[in-house]
Nanobody, 125 residues
């Protein structure tokens, strides 16, 4: 079974940084699509970042320059580096995975993912 376990969330002041980690088991990073999705209270899910089999990555346009997604194949761990955090970044952040094609993952946002972690809360004040 695929399991995704997030860590690294917490409370931070605006302008600060956090790095989220997602330990992946049952699924090699280069065998599918992986990403981060966030959801704030009262708002829809938003795909924050995506990385696909060949290492290409994509970050939501509004977050480019502040957020970076990366993966460590040796550790089978996915990361999200978040810099210059803003209060609007406050949300639950989920690690997610899919075995769908890279194109499907690119084109379908959060809906492309079929396996989810339990989430880690990020609060920016």
């Amino acid at each position: 079974d695929v399991q995704l376990v997030e860590s690294g969330g917490g409370s931070v002041q605006a302008g600060g940084s956090l790095r989220l980690s997602c330990a992946v088991s049952g699924f090699a990073l280069n065998r599918g699509c992986l990403g981060w999705v966030r959801q704030a209270p009262g708002k829809e899910r938003e795909r924050v970042a995506l990385i696909v089999r060949d290492g290409r990555s994509n970050v939501a346009e509004s977050l480019k320059g502040r957020f970076t997604i990366s993966g460590d194949n040796a550790k089978n761990t996915l990361y999200l580096q978040m810099n210059m955090l803003e209060t609007e970044d406050t949300a639950m952040y989920y690690c997610a995975a899919s075995l769908a094609s890279d194109n499907w993952c690119y084109e379908n946002g959060a809906a492309a993912f079929t396996t989810w972690g339990q989430g880690t809360q990020v609060t920016v004040s």
